[in-house]
């Protein structure tokens, strides 16, 4: 191989040959050996040129042996390869390969944290600023399909967007084949800015069970304790989940899922499992996103209606903001609004119980609030939520109906009217 230095082009002459210790030779018209490392090509005599012509630079022949390896001269001058220093080269060169990333060498630790659990539907962009604003400090986007994002559906990728309120923010992808989940990933690293991404697994097919995916570089695992059968038919299984922080490795965090619905849930797994790294809050704050200022201040907030009326007032602002102020934005954050009231209903006010906390799995019959207000959250009636809607964003449109897409709020009375 002979490189031009006039064009950057490199020609080969096919005559270039290893010998056996591993020298370089090259055969021209004259029938001189070239030397492997480089050797200068005479010019032509000044007296044989014209004297303007302009001295051109030497040409070299380059060597076929890869440059990583170093080179040793002989007593004759050849230069011989050194073939164990090559082979410890070529193996650091590969392990230097599959170094990790700066970025993926990040770990974040989880524990203590107050982690709002990624919410399909209801956990959108504005709800997380209104958990962000009662003391949440992990939040995480709405579950996105993974084949969604490779076809580039622009609301799928909506759903990985980031409030700047959001300093600890992950997003949730899920997919049935490895090489659509790593297209995924390598995608969201590229065009988003997250800090880390939560990987759906909650299948309980073969293929997924059984393995410790703590040595396939995961740094953390939420163990929800509930099977696919069960869904919220019945309470979270606490006593599995604290086995399995027991027996992760000290380098797998361990974060538990399922009903917590007061500080005293969380104080109580806390302790009865140190080993934990942190209990994550779903429904819980889909029901009540105040219970994050109640766990980190440590009480049972008998928040009065008006109070909640200014937190729903708050997320009708946050929306407004996110999903536009015209007729389609407003009515945009009104069927949102409407989602989240179908289980913000479910609250029954500390001042009203005989037990409490109030358990999150507890079915209240229809009772009469402190105010009209109350009463009016209170209700199970789609027809009252639209109410609400209408007293922060006006009248809906004519001929408008509404029913909860999430069947787990187990209100069958949902109707319109």
Same mark, same amino acid.
């Given at each position: 191989?002979?490189?031009?230095?006039?064009? /950057?082009?490199?020609?080969?002459?096919?005559?270039?040959?290893?010998?056996?210790?591993?020298?370089?030779?090259? &055969?021209?018209?004259?029938?001189?050996?070239?030397?492997?490392?480089?050797?200068?090509?005479?010019?032509?005599?000044?007296?044989?040129?014209?004297?303007?012509?302009?001295?051109?630079?030497?040409?070299?022949?380059?060597?076929?042996?890869?440059?990583?390896?170093?080179?040793?001269?002989?007593?004759? /001058?050849?230069?011989?390869?050194?073939?164990? &220093?090559?082979?410890?080269?070529?193996?650091?060169?590969?392990?230097?390969?599959?170094? +990790?990333?700066?970025?993926?060498?990040?770990?974040?630790?989880?524990?203590?944290?107050?982690?709002?659990?990624? +919410?399909?539907?209801?956990?959108?962009?504005?709800?997380?600023?209104?958990?962000?604003?009662?003391?949440?400090?992990?939040?995480?986007?709405?579950?996105?399909?993974?084949?969604?994002?490779?076809?580039?559906?622009?609301?799928? *990728?909506?759903?990985?967007?980031?409030?700047?309120?959001?300093? +600890?923010?992950?997003?949730?992808?899920?997919?049935?084949?490895?090489?659509?989940?790593?297209?995924?990933?390598?995608?969201?690293?590229?065009?988003?800015?997250?800090?880390?991404?939560?990987?759906?697994?909650?299948?309980?097919?073969?293929?997924?069970?059984?393995?410790?995916?703590?040595? *396939?570089?995961?740094?953390?695992?939420?163990?929800?304790?509930?099977?696919?059968?069960?869904?919220?038919?019945?309470?979270?299984?606490?006593?599995?989940?604290?086995?399995?922080?027991?027996?992760?490795?000290?380098?797998?965090?361990?974060? /538990?899922?399922?009903?917590?619905?007061?500080?005293?849930?969380?104080?109580?797994?806390?302790?009865?499992?140190?080993?934990?790294?942190?209990?994550?809050?779903?429904?819980?704050?889909?029901?009540?996103?105040?219970?994050?200022?109640?766990?980190?201040?440590?009480?049972?907030?008998?928040?009065?209606?008006?109070?909640?009326?200014?937190?729903?007032?708050?997320?009708?602002?946050?929306?407004?903001?996110?999903?536009?102020?015209?007729?389609?934005?407003?009515?945009? &954050?009104?069927?949102?609004?409407?989602?989240?009231?179908?289980?913000?209903?479910?609250?029954?006010?500390?001042?009203?119980?005989?037990?409490?906390?109030?358990?999150?799995? *507890?079915?209240?019959?229809?009772?009469?609030?402190?105010?009209?207000?109350?009463?009016?959250?209170?209700?199970?009636?789609?027809?009252?939520?639209?109410?609400?809607?209408?007293?922060?964003?006006?009248?809906?449109?004519?001929?408008?109906?509404?029913?909860?897409?999430?069947?787990?709020?187990?209100?069958?009375?949902?109707?319109?009217?």
């Amino acid at each position: 191989m002979v490189e031009n230095e006039n064009d /950057g082009q490199i020609a080969d002459n096919d005559a270039g040959d290893v010998d056996g210790n591993g020298c370089c030779g090259a &055969t021209g018209d004259s029938g001189n050996d070239l030397d492997c490392a480089a050797e200068v090509l005479e010019e032509d005599k000044p007296g044989e040129a014209d004297a303007t012509d302009e001295h051109r630079p030497p040409k070299k022949t380059k060597c076929s042996i890869d440059e990583t390896c170093s080179v040793l001269v002989n007593d004759e /001058g050849c230069k011989e390869n050194e073939p164990e &220093t090559c082979i410890e080269n070529i193996v650091e060169d590969n392990d230097k390969c599959l170094k +990790l990333h700066p970025r993926e060498k990040k770990l974040i630790d989880f524990r203590e944290k107050l982690y709002l659990a990624p +919410l399909t539907t209801v956990g959108n962009l504005p709800f997380r600023q209104v958990c962000k604003v009662l003391g949440a400090d992990v939040t995480c986007g709405e579950m996105a399909m993974c084949t969604n994002l490779l076809q580039g559906q622009a609301s799928e *990728w909506a759903l990985l967007r980031r409030h700047s309120s959001e300093d +600890l923010f992950g997003v949730q992808i899920c997919g049935a084949y490895p090489d659509t989940v790593a297209r995924t990933v390598e995608l969201i690293e590229q065009n988003c800015t997250v800090d880390f991404i939560d990987i759906n697994m909650g299948c309980p097919i073969d293929i997924v069970v059984n393995k410790d995916i703590g040595n *396939w570089g995961a740094t953390a695992v939420t163990i929800h304790g509930r099977t696919r059968q069960q869904r919220y038919s019945k309470l979270a299984d606490w006593e599995y989940i604290y086995q399995c922080a027991r027996a992760a490795p000290s380098s797998l965090q361990v974060l /538990g899922n399922g009903d917590v619905f007061s500080y005293l849930d969380w104080n109580s797994h806390k302790a009865d499992c140190p080993e934990l790294s942190t209990c994550m809050i779903a429904r819980g704050a889909l029901i009540k996103p105040w219970i994050f200022t109640e766990i980190k201040e440590q009480r049972h907030w008998d928040i009065s209606s008006g109070e909640r009326l200014d937190i729903l007032k708050d997320y009708v602002r946050f929306g407004l903001q996110h999903w536009g102020s015209d007729s389609k934005g407003v009515e945009t &954050t009104r069927h949102f609004l409407l989602e989240w009231l179908s289980y913000t209903c479910r609250y029954i006010p500390v001042g009203l119980l005989d037990v409490i906390p109030q358990r999150i799995n *507890w079915r209240p019959p229809s009772y009469f609030g402190r105010d009209d207000l109350e009463t009016l959250m209170a209700s199970d009636s789609a027809a009252d939520w639209i109410r609400i809607s209408e007293m922060l964003l006006g009248k809906v449109p004519s001929g408008f109906t509404f029913a909860p897409k999430h069947k787990s709020n187990a209100y069958d009375r949902a109707e319109n009217g």
